[in-house]
């Protein structure tokens, strides 16, 4: 594994660390985001690995990373898809006012099950 690689995976762990520990403070917007972030910085490192250089912003991520998996079988459809639907939840904390700005606890839990995922199965696929 590269060592740029490595650094994404060590800050994916990281961000899933606090993802973890945010729901009992019952903030479910910052448990999402740092979720997302935990499934970015994996998909980052998958990308690094693959391609030697990192994707600029979250859409280039989001695309190379569906590029790279497209046919890759231990990569399913709810991991695919994740990054992509899980970035609302990044959006919310960063950017939303209002209401509508909130993540559900149960919904920042589940995100936080899915990122567990991401991330392992991306470490796997790295080893």
Do not use: W
Not at 18 to 32: D, L, N
């Amino acid at each position: 594994m590269t060592p740029e690689a490595k650094e994404h995976l060590d800050k994916a762990r990281q961000c899933l660390t606090r993802a973890r520990a945010i729901p009992a403070a019952e903030v479910g917007e910052h448990a999402g985001r740092n979720a997302y972030l935990a499934a970015f910085h994996a998909a980052q490192a998958l990308i690094a690995e693959r391609m030697g250089k990192d994707a600029k912003t979250h859409k280039g991520v989001h695309a190379q990373f569906a590029r790279l998996t497209r046919n890759e079988p231990r990569i399913g459809v709810e991991l695919r898809q994740f990054l992509v639907q899980a970035y609302d939840m990044k959006s919310i904390a960063d950017y939303g006012l209002g209401p509508d700005a909130d993540v559900p606890l149960d919904r920042a839990s589940a995100a936080i099950g899915i990122a567990e995922q991401f991330v392992n199965r991306i470490a796997e696929l790295l080893a």
